[in-house]
């Protein structure tokens, strides 16, 4: 692991994900999050502050990157409800079938490699009834913009560890098995918009 991913690139990732227009979005989501709830792409643990304890009995906190675990591993033992850290990448869920309630994950699906496996993962691991609950950055509705995403990819993901820009969220949802139930969007204000053209929702295995 180089020098950047191990200690610039969480720190940079973190500063980017926290800053407000994404607290806000995460505060329209994770509440809605229920049981033993599966979160995919943890970080530094961004979420932790929006869950309600009062409804979520345990959160499995996945996150595979070494240069988060340490951030993720302090922030857990902190937490207001059980978390438990697993270091494994979205695509191997060790979890075992019909285990969880609830799987969250936010600005994460740009990030993992195989998106459509992690959730096709997730799609496994929900109990009967479960729920996703996602919120995430992607390809916008405006050709120019899109346009712009496609031509600043190239050089984000080194910067931005592996993000892409132009991943259509919805298509992505439904690939992993998933029925849509309710979703918004829009671009986040104070934010770039090749970056900032966000999908919230949630969806049952189809």
């Known amino acids: 692991m180089s020098f950047y991913s191990r200690y610039i690139l969480p720190a940079f990732i973190t500063c980017a994900c926290g800053a407000k227009p994404i607290r806000y979005q995460r505060a329209k989501i994770v509440p809605r999050a229920t049981g033993v709830v599966l979160e995919l792409g943890f970080g530094a643990g961004l979420n932790l502050p929006y869950y309600d304890a009062t409804k979520v009995s345990r959160v499995y906190a996945l996150e595979p990157e070494e240069g988060m675990l340490a951030l993720a591993r302090k922030v857990a033992r902190r937490a207001p409800?059980?978390?438990?850290?697993?270091?494994?990448?979205?695509?191997?869920i060790s979890l075992a079938p019909a285990s969880i309630d609830t799987v969250l994950v936010t600005y994460s699906l740009c990030t993992i490699p195989d998106a459509v496996s992690a959730l096709t993962g997730a799609r496994r691991v929900l109990k009967p009834g479960g729920k996703l609950l996602f919120c995430e950055h992607g390809l916008a509705p405006d050709e120019k913009v899109r346009r712009t995403q496609a031509g600043v990819e190239k050089w984000w993901k080194p910067i931005a560890g592996g993000c892409h820009l132009t991943r259509d969220i919805p298509a992505l949802v439904r690939a992993g098995g998933f029925h849509i139930e309710d979703m918004e969007s829009m671009y986040l204000p104070s934010t770039p918009r090749f970056a900032g053209y966000n999908y919230w929702g949630s969806a049952r295995a189809g």
């Open 81 to 92: 409800l059980p978390v438990e850290i697993l270091p494994e990448r979205a695509e191997e």
